[in-house]
């Protein structure tokens, strides 16, 4: 989904998904979908280049997608890359990294919608 597109049902669903999953051997998971940008973006960094998309990587994408949509701007920065730079990169990957990269750059000019509340 493109970033706009989030509303807080998508909020939530994310928030219960990740609120009862565990990446075993990933100590930065828990600091992860605590909360820290940092972890979510080392996290998600262990798996590039990515060569195919598997239940971790989109685990460890969705806990750094549940930062973006929460204004984070380095999440929504290294989100926005990850999805440039996915397998089978297509239109749409392209589209959806655009969408976080101008909603980063809007956010930074204090321009960008609403967030979504959990």
Known sequence: MR???FDDADVRAID???DRTVIFGREDWR??????PAAAIRLVITFMP???ITP????AMTALLRLAVGGDAAAAAALSFVLR???GRCALHRDLSNS???RNTLSAYGKSRRRPTA
């Open 50 to 52: 990515v060569r195919e």
């Open 31 to 36: 600091a992860a979908i605590d909360g820290d």
């Open 100 to 102: 976080w990269l101008i």
């Open 85 to 87: 730079n996915l397998p």
């Open 16 to 18: 219960e998904l990740l």
């Open 3 to 5: 970033s706009a597109q």
């Open 56 to 59: 971790q990587i989109d685990l």
